[in-house]
């Protein structure tokens, strides 16, 4: 092979990658313009504890210094049923939560049998909330605290109920 044929080789092969990216980029920029394929949040509530749980997970929380996890989810992205962005009394921005019949059930059980515990609300991995169960909550709604602004609030509602891929694990 001449030298010229290599550099036509060479510049094929450069040429074919690009377009290649081009198009897988502009694919992916049209399915989020288009809102076919939301932002997916890994939405999951466990038991916390402010003392350290022999296997629990240490994760960080804003003002309170390190919170203690349970390893094992209560209630996840399959128990919601709907989320919305909203605001607390205090004006702050928060999001909705409704239930499943199922999920109100685990929530129902587990604040019953936790009252006076802290729960932590994890929000891709992260704690956006650390409440203390004051009451058995019996009617499938939550609501998310955190130091949210409008945009993410929003965000974070579609982002829990998003269609994910069966390689994700949860589904709407």
């Known amino acids: 092979m001449t030298i010229c044929q290599e550099s036509i080789k060479q510049y094929l092969s450069f040429y074919t ?8 980029t502009s694919s992916l920029t049209a399915a989020e313009l288009s809102g076919k394929q939301p932002w997916a949040v890994r939405f999951e509530i ?9 296997g629990w997970v240490s994760v960080p929380s804003d003002g ?5 996890v349970s390893p094992e989810a209560t209630l996840t992205n399959a128990d919601v049923a709907e ?5 607390t009394d205090d004006d702050r921005f928060c999001v909705n939560l409704l239930l499943t019949e199922d999920g109100a059930l685990k929530l129902a059980r587990l604040t019953k049998s936790h009252i006076g515990a802290f729960l932590v609300v994890m929000i891709d ?9 004051a009451a058995e909550i019996l009617n499938g709604r939550a609501r998310v605290d955190g130091n949210f602004t409008e945009e993410e609030a929003g965000s974070i509602a579609k982002g829990i109920t998003a269609q994910q891929s069966p390689a994700g694990g949860n589904k709407k």
Not at 46 to 54: C, F, G, N, Q, T
Not at 64 to 68: D, K, L, R, V
Not at 83 to 87: D, I, K, M, V, W
Not at 125 to 133: H, K, M, T
């Open 64 to 68: 309170q210094g390190p919170i203690w």
């Open 17 to 24: 990658v690009v377009v290649l990216m081009a198009l897988f």
């Open 125 to 133: 991995g992260r704690a956006a909330s650390v409440p203390r169960i």
């Open 46 to 54: 466990h038991l916390a504890s402010l003392d350290k749980m022999e």
């Open 83 to 87: 989320a919305q962005s909203g605001r």
